[in-house]
């Protein structure tokens, strides 16, 4: 069974940076895909990034791509958001999710079956 726990959000200003964690157990590593996403209050869950264990490719949303950096400690067995540049438009609960290969893209959130509980990001401006 897998099992995700994040870590490390918080209140941030505009500009500032969080590293989220999500510790992660039960998964078969070299053939999965990690990955963070954020839903906002009233919109849909939103993928941010994603790091396929196999090959250790990372994948990012557009909205993200040169502030966020996504990395993996396979020694921990944790997965890592390193969020720079923070924006008010960040603000979000952020989850970790798994999933194994199943030819559905990266940030379809329908395609993961474990979740983590979320932590809340909050950036002001």
């Known amino acids: 069974q897998v099992q995700l726990v994040e870590s490390g959000g918080g209140s941030v200003q505009a500009g500032g940076s969080l590293r989220l964690s999500c510790a992660a157990s039960?998964?078969?590593?070299?053939?999965?895909?990690l990955a963070w996403f954020r839903q906002a209050p009233g919109k849909a869950r939103e993928g941010v990034a994603a790091?396929?264990?196999?090959?250790?490719?990372?994948y990012y949303s557009d909205s993200v791509k040169g502030r966020f950096t996504i990395s993996r400690d396979g020694t921990k067995n944790t997965l890592y958001l390193q969020m720079n540049s923070l924006k008010p438009e960040d603000t979000a609960t952020y989850y970790c999710?798994?999933?194994?290969?199943?030819?559905?893209?990266?940030?379809?959130?329908?395609?993961?079956?474990?979740w983590g509980q979320g932590t809340q990001v909050t950036v002001s401006s």
């Open positions: 999710a798994a999933k194994s290969v199943d030819g559905r893209a990266w940030y379809v959130a329908a395609a993961y079956r474990s």
């Open positions: 039960g998964y078969p590593s070299s053939t999965v895909y």
């Open positions: 790091i396929y264990t196999g090959t250790r490719v990372t």
